[in-house]
């Protein structure tokens, strides 16, 4: 059975409990393989991906779900014939896979939290189109 690697899993470990149980359990199930970019996200590196515009946080007045210890976020990125990948449709393929898990996860009463994608932040289905900010490999917990 698929599971993560000692890199993912570090940083996976820097994550809140939920998050952990969601991806461990996705990534046996999920035909695709994914990996762990980041957790935790340090104020430096928060900061820093705001001036890049790679994030709509700035970590200071503002912090995100990746600033939190621990962390309430985690972004992936797909591991596609031995290589890191970000591609867009299968990104958006994983991501139906990782909420599915996680909404059975809830169901059955084993976590508290169910994810916010963001390729869809306002979790009405409409991919991207009425969304101005496309994070595809973005997941965070929230509470129902």
């Known amino acids: 059975m698929p599971q993560f690697g000692t890199t993912s899993q570090s940083r996976l470990s820097t994550c809140h409990h939920d998050l952990q149980v969601i991806m461990e359990e996705a990534v046996k199930y999920c035909n695709v393989d994914f990996g762990i970019a980041e957790g935790h996200r ?16 700035n970590g200071v007045s503002q912090k995100g779900k990746h ?10 990125y797909l591991w596609i014939n031995n290589k890191a990948s970000w591609n ?36 009405d289905g409409e991919i991207l189109s009425d969304q101005t ?10 509470l129902p």
Not at 42 to 57: F, M, P
Not at 133 to 142: A, G, I, K, S, T
């Open 133 to 142: 900010f496309d994070d595809r490999p973005h997941f965070e917990l929230y």
């Open 67 to 76: 600033n939190l210890i621990p962390s309430m976020a985690a972004d992936i």
């Open 88 to 123: 867009a449709e299968t990104l958006t393929y994983v991501a139906g896979f990782i909420e599915a898990t996680a909404r059975q996860l809830y169901r059955n009463g084993v976590i508290k939290h169910l994810i916010r994608w963001g390729g869809n932040w306002d979790k």
């Open 42 to 57: 340090s104020l430096k590196l928060q900061q820093q991906y705001y001036r890049e515009g790679k994030s709509k946080i």
